[in-house]
């Protein structure tokens, strides 16, 4: 059974910073793309950031500049630097991961993602 687990959210001021962590764990043969999402009512869950096996990063245009997302792969764990916050990054961020699983003799590959942490930004 894997599981991915956040943590980090909060509230904090326009202009702060936030750390967001996702660990994964459980019978992991290999973790390939990491990414974090967010979602706000009423709108789709949208890519912040995504990262590669090998390291590849891919941000979407509004948070260029201001987020970084890292991973360690020891720890399974994928992080996400959140500076100059805005009160439009308001929203529930999720974690996902396309992870490999030795299921018997059979190698699988599947999409998981945690259950939410809210990041809230007064003005």
């Known amino acids: 059974q894997v599981q991915l687990v956040e943590s980090g959210g909060g509230l904090v001021q326009a202009g702060e910073s936030l750390r967001l962590s996702c660990a994964a764990s459980?019978?992991?043969?290999?973790?390939?793309?990491m990414g974090w999402y967010r979602q706000v009512p009423g709108k789709q869950r949208e890519l912040v950031a995504s990262?590669?096996?090998?390291?590849?990063?891919n941000y979407a245009d509004y948070v260029k500049g201001r987020f970084t997302i890292s991973r360690d792969d020891a720890k399974k764990t994928v992080y996400l630097e959140m500076t100059s916050l805005k009160p439009e990054d308001t929203a529930v961020y999720y974690c996902?991961?396309?992870?490999?699983?030795?299921?018997?003799?059979?190698?699988?590959?599947?999409?998981?993602w945690g259950q939410g942490t809210q990041v809230t930004v007064s003005s």
């Open positions: 459980g019978s992991i043969l290999r973790i390939e793309t």
């Open positions: 990262i590669s096996s090998s390291g590849y990063r």
């Open positions: 996902n991961a396309d992870i490999y699983t030795l299921t018997g003799t059979r190698v699988r590959s599947s999409d998981y």
